[in-house]
């Protein structure tokens, strides 16, 4: 859809954003933030991870680049923003430090990203023996996979590319919720830290009215400003 130029985030919303899905998370479940974006005059795309994103993320990372691509050259926008939700940061990041994508990245704000790994799916590797029940992307979010050693080494935030992550005290599934933070001057934001009352959990962040203001915050790199009653 095009801008809504009444609206006054239309001026920012020369780059589309693409919303990126995380592990088992169908295009039709960011329906409801990739409205928001849209409300607020974004052209917005929904992309879903190959094979829901249980197989190796450097592939789909891989993936995810020729989806970029498709959507520069359908838009004529040099430069796309990302929102991407748990694995999808990890998608987006890979695509941004090993693939060359930062040349065609303004903004990467993720939700709920174990970007250092969690604790969940080194239980999981356990309880599967091992091989976290042969979910090869579950292996490689555990923390000191050699996954995250090689995405996590050297510069947390290559290029020009503004690096905002959110993240929630009550995550159930990224442990220790910190492990959603990044280095080498990302803007981290723990949304308690500002509404220590608001309860969001892990799928709430793509949900949550304060997690999305935050997010419509980064996307006109504006100050942390969380509205800690939106609905």
């Known amino acids: 859809p095009a801008p809504v130029a009444a609206n006054p985030f239309a001026a920012a919303a020369a780059n589309p954003v693409i919303v990126v899905g ?3 998370g169908v295009a039709v479940a960011y329906e409801p933030i990739a409205a928001r974006l849209r409300a607020d005059g974004y052209r917005t795309f929904i992309y ?4 829901l ?9 891989r993936a995810f680049a020729t989806y970029v691509n498709q959507v520069r050259a359908s838009t004529g926008a040099a430069t796309v923003d990302l929102v991407a939700h748990s694995e999808g940061g990890l998608v987006s990041r890979y695509y941004l430090k ?10 990467y704000v993720s939700l709920g990203t174990p970007q250092y790994g969690t604790y969940v799916a080194n239980i999981v ?4 023996l091992g091989n976290c029940a042969g979910v090869v992307a579950c292996q490689q979010m555990t923390i000191g996979s050699a996954f995250l050693a ?3 080494a050297g510069d947390d ?5 503004r690096y905002t992550t959110i993240r929630t005290l009550q995550d159930e599934l990224v442990r ?9 001057g990302a803007t981290n934001v723990l949304i308690q830290a500002y509404c220590p009352l608001r309860v969001v959990g892990h799928l709430g962040l793509v949900l949550d009215g304060t997690a999305y203001t935050i997010v419509r915050g980064a996307l006109v790199d504006g100050p942390v400003r969380p509205n800690c009653l939106a609905l």
Not at 178 to 184: I, L, M, P, Q, T
């Open 48 to 51: 879903q991870l190959p094979g």
């Open 98 to 107: 090993r693939l060359g994508g930062t040349g065609a990245v303004g903004r």
């Open 125 to 128: 590797a356990f309880l599967g």
């Open 176 to 184: 220790p919720t910190g492990n959603a933070a990044v280095n080498d």
């Open 53 to 61: 994103g249980l197989g190796d993320i450097p592939t789909s990372a």
């Open 22 to 24: 995380g592990l088992s």
């Open 150 to 152: 090689d995405l996590n």
């Open 157 to 161: 935030t290559p290029g020009a590319v």
